[in-house]
């Protein structure tokens, strides 16, 4: 035989097998791997991730457009998590997180306010959408969610603090604070 003809012959099947090895799995060579396939919890832990860069490193060097731009990404994130599964309360929760940061308190309330009904007993949240409401200039809402709160708690040192947050909210009213 020819060994210009062998040599063919190999690079024929050579050729013939990386053909066959690109036919044979295209889906693992031409898709996008993430595309669809995420799931809520894969968004909300981009969404924490992007958060903390903006919060933790961008934030305190005063590179305020670097936070703004991984606040955005966040939100972006946690709002993908959230239309992947409505219920997600992780999700709600650190979108409402975000929205106070980025001192938009109207958002954060209906967030922290979405939370407190999917997960009733997570008194933080209460708290939460008290102090937005508070920045809000909304206090007899605040007063009205912490006891809403109250309900939900038979700790008494939890319903002690609680307490005290109405009393200091009530007070604030009545110097006139607005």
């Known amino acids: 035989m020819d060994i210009p003809l062998v040599r063919k012959r190999v690079l024929a099947i050579i050729a013939c097998t990386i053909l066959f090895t690109f036919l044979a799995v295209p ?12 799931t809520p ?12 860069k903006g919060f933790y490193e961008h934030a305190p060097k005063n590179e305020a457009a670097k936070a703004e731009l991984n606040y955005r990404l966040a939100i972006k994130e946690f709002k993908e998590a959230i239309a992947k599964d409505s219920s997600y309360t992780d999700a709600h929760r650190n979108l409402a997180r975000v929205y106070y940061v980025q001192r938009n308190f109207e958002d954060a309330a209906w967030e922290y306010k979405k939370v407190t009904e ?16 508070i920045e809000l200039k909304e206090f007899n809402e605040a007063v009205d969610v912490l006891e809403n709160a109250k309900e939900q708690t038979s700790d008494p040192k939890v319903l002690n603090t609680l307490s005290a947050y109405i009393t200091k909210i009530r007070n604030q009213q009545a110097r006139g604070v607005r």
């Open 41 to 52: 919890g894969t968004y909300n832990q981009r969404g924490v991730d992007f958060f903390k």
């Open 27 to 38: 889906g693992a060579l031409c898709q996008d791997k993430g595309a669809g396939t995420d």
């Open 118 to 133: 999917l997960a009733p007993g997570d008194i933080d949240s209460y708290v939460n959408l008290a102090l937005a409401y």
